[in-house]
């Protein structure tokens, strides 16, 4: 009976069992995962998703749950473990799984009040509570989005609009300047926005990686020179390479002498907004016009959980449109519609909900500020190891590095480049740890990326031990490159 499988009154007792073996399988990858991967290749675990006929059901959860451990946990790359250094990606807090289980099993959607009610209000309330913890004052809102990236499409889109009241400039004038060290998510959007090839200027940083305000001065007045509009400065707080956070109160002057649109990202450097310790690391992000937080970074929640806030409620009309079916425009309701480019949404709010009303802010920050203490901890660690180059002291919880080699002398650049590349490869192919790989002035550098408490400096003790040894197999015989290496590299 197909009915047997929709979640309703008759089917409460088959839910809570369903729920319990999904959560058994995965408890049982928790606690026996012996690395962050099994290093496994997509050559082998493309035949076993492959294999699978989607036009043959199972008909029994226990079969499919069986079925979806080959294809899918046994092979899964796992935030939890101590060992992934890797991404941007954090250990979920457990309020945070448990009200994503609640949330698609209600499946509100947050585009109107009569989807769902009291979400809006938790949603609102959670927006408040940001805008608060940011200082953006009283007239402020926001709304929750699938993601950074979204977020700062959403705060471009309202820069963009406002701009364009302000000065009735042609689209092709716009200009948003943004550091070197932005997220790429800014040029993306500035795309989609319709603004022309050339319109996202970047910005020089200084050798902390922040944007380097004299730059930004001059960046502001050749706009001015050149006839064109800076719609907006985008800052950053927490660049994704390095954790470094613009000097927003300079940047903040600028942009009121210059008539521009201060978007902060902020999608990893949020999780200041809880810390005890380091909040002031902020200081200035209250006079952003628009800000970018992504919870699902450095407050310990699953994906998705992002949102965007600007001072000024009002701008969010410009995502407005009204739909008679929908929320015509006399609505008595709260309608999350009328400020989101989204219509059907996630409930997402709801983990950091839970997240505050079981663990309360100060947990989450401490646990950020507990990755922040490790890094800097682990910058001492590589300043100190001869092997490697570190290229600037943490603020946050990255740490972006370089084999070097020592003997007999420090590699050529050539194939240090090679060596570090081949090293983050076989380490992950091992499935011993993840670390990341970036380029720095053209160079190949690997990257810790800390959002895990759990990992000690230990563990960082001996990923550097794992990486040297790859990267000195590698410069020992360059010409060998390993059947799975090669593909990747
Ligand atoms: C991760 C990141 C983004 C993009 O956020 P998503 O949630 O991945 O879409 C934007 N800006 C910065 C600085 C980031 O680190």
């Known amino acids: 009976m197909s009915r047997s499988h929709l979640l309703g009154a008759r089917t409460a007792d088959a839910y809570r069992r369903d729920l319990r073996a999904g959560a058994d399988l995965v408890a049982a990858r928790l606690t026996g995962a012996r690395g962050p991967f099994t290093g496994i290749t997509p050559e082998r675990l493309a035949p076993l998703v492959d294999a699978v006929d989607l036009d043959r059901p199972l008909g029994d959860t226990t079969a499919a749950l069986a079925e979806l451990e080959d294809v899918y946990l046994r092979d899964a790359v796992y935030f939890h473990h101590p060992r992934y250094l890797a991404h941007l990606n954090c250990p979920v807090a457990l309020p945070a799984v448990l009200g994503e289980a609640v949330l698609s099993a209600v499946n509100s959607s947050l585009d109107t009040w009569d989807q769902s009610a009291g979400a809006t209000l938790i949603e609102r309330r959670l927006v408040d509570w940001t805008t608060a913890r940011l200082g953006l004052g009283p007239g402020a809102d926001g709304v929750f989005t699938g993601g950074g990236t979204q977020s700062n499409l ?152 992002s949102a965007v806030l600007v001072r000024d409620g009002r701008t969010l009309r410009h995502a407005t449109h009204h739909a008679d079916y929908l929320n015509p425009a006399a609505a008595p309701f709260p309608n999350q519609v009328d400020k989101s480019l989204q219509t059907t949404r996630r409930f997402d709010a709801l983990k950091l909900w839970l997240t505050l009303r079981v663990m309360g802010a100060d947990a989450v920050g401490d646990l950020f500020d507990a990755v922040c203490d490790l890094a800097a901890a682990a910058w001492h660690l590589l300043d100190a190891d001869p092997r490697f180059e570190v290229v600037c002291r943490p603020v946050l919880s990255t740490l972006v590095f370089r084999y070097t080699g020592t003997d007999p002398a420090p590699l050529p650049d050539a194939l240090a480049d090679e060596a570090n590349t081949r090293a983050r490869h076989a380490l992950f192919a091992s499935g011993a740890a993840a670390v ?54």
């Not at 603004?195 to 940083?205: K, M």
């Not at 002057?253 to 649109?261: H, I, M, P, S, V």
């Open 154 to 305: 959403h705060a471009l889109l309202l820069a963009r609009e406002e701009a364009a009241l302000r000065t009735g400039a042609d689209p092709a004038d716009l200009r948003v300047l943004v550091s070197e060290a932005g997220h790429f998510s800014v040029a993306k959007a500035a795309k989609l926005l319709g603004l022309p090839r050339g319109s996202v200027v970047a910005v020089p940083c200084d050798e902390r990686r922040r944007m380097r305000t004299r730059d930004l001065a001059r960046a502001l007045e050749d706009c001015r020179l050149a006839g064109r509009i800076p719609m907006a400065v985008a800052a950053t707080a927490g660049t994704t390479d390095f954790g470094s956070i613009d000097p927003l109160p300079e940047l903040a002057d600028l942009c009121e002498l210059y008539g521009a649109w201060l978007h902060v990202d902020a999608a990893y450097g949020c999780g200041l907004l809880a810390s005890r310790t380091r909040r002031h690391l902020l200081g200035g992000i209250e006079r952003a016009d628009s800000v970018t937080v992504d919870f699902h970074k450095s407050f310990f929640q699953p994906v998705s959980s």
């Open 436 to 489: 990341a790989g970036t380029r720095v002035d053209g160079r190949a550098h690997l990257k810790f990326t800390l959002l895990n408490p759990e990992t000690t400096l230990d563990d960082i003790a001996a990923v550097l031990d794992l990486l040297a040894g790859h990267a000195q197999d590698a410069v020992q015989d360059p010409a060998h490159v390993g059947e799975d290496l090669a593909r990747t590299l």
